[in-house]
């Protein structure tokens, strides 16, 4: 199995601050990684697949960057409504694996 | 937009088996991939296994002698069994469909389309 790690755990971030959440894969998955939002009691959210595409109606403060084994989500400037648990996701082969989750909250 | 809906008991008793159905609307099961994915309770998320239109399916290994996904295509609709249920298997279940993306001429396939969830308790 591909194992997705994601560090910090948590990440606590003052309104209008960047936040940086890091998410590396134990063997190469190309490009091909994805990263949802959860707030409690909702499903999950698509925010960028293929490593840095934003998923529609995204807002742009979202964006994601890498390929290979590292990869990174960054939120330019937070807004109250992006306190949120954050999760980063392989597909490039049949048996998809998701990190551990990455707490972002306020400060 | 496609939109999913799970259904099924949310309190099944130990031993006996887990059933789900997602109920797909305002969309085709074709050029897709159908997932379930569960949440166990304050825990992150684990991918349960796929189906396609065709039927051809793929499961986690480690809950593949357990599992079972099948399609009704008349319906609209896919299904999870899980056998032999025990209290780790208490959690968040949500539907999910995986779209296709092409990437150097091979098609990958990510989660794009999630189901509110419906959360399953094992407990007798």
């Known amino acids: 199995d591909i194992v997705m790690t994601q560090t910090p755990a948590t990440l606590s971030v003052s309104p209008g601050e960047r936040a940086t959440l890091s998410c590396r894969a134990s063997r190469s998955v190309r490009s091909n990684v994805a990263w949802y939002q959860q707030k409690p009691g909702q499903a999950p959210r698509l925010l960028i697949y293929a490593a840095s595409a934003r998923a529609a109606g995204i807002p742009a403060r979202f964006s994601g960057r890498g390929s290979g084994t590292e990869f990174t989500l960054t939120i330019s400037s937070l807004q109250p409504e992006d306190f949120a648990v954050y999760y980063c996701?392989?597909?490039?082969?049949?048996?998809?694996?998701f990190g551990q989750g990455t707490k972002v909250e306020i400060k | 937009q496609v939109q999913l809906q799970e259904s099924g008991p949310g309190l099944v008793k130990p031993s006996e088996t887990l059933s789900l159905t997602c109920t797909v609307s305002?969309?085709?099961?074709?050029?897709?991939?159908w997932n379930w994915v569960r949440q166990p309770p304050g825990k992150g998320l684990e991918w349960v296994g796929y189906?396609?239109?065709?039927?051809?399916?793929n499961y986690s290994p480690s809950l593949r002698s357990r599992v079972t996904i099948s399609v009704d295509t008349t319906n609209n609709q896919f299904s999870l069994h899980l056998s032999s249920v025990t209290a780790a298997d208490t959690a968040v279940y949500f539907c999910?469909?995986?779209?296709?993306?092409?990437?150097?001429?091979?098609?990958?396939?990510?989660?794009?389309?999630w189901g509110k969830g419906t959360t399953v308790t094992v407990s007798s």
């Open positions: 305002n969309g085709s099961l074709s050029n897709s991939y």
């Open positions: 189906i396609n239109y065709s039927g051809d399916t």
């Open positions: 996701h392989q597909y490039d082969n049949w048996l998809s694996t």
């Open positions: 999910a469909r995986a779209a296709p993306f092409l990437s150097a001429r091979v098609y990958y396939y990510y989660i794009d389309v």
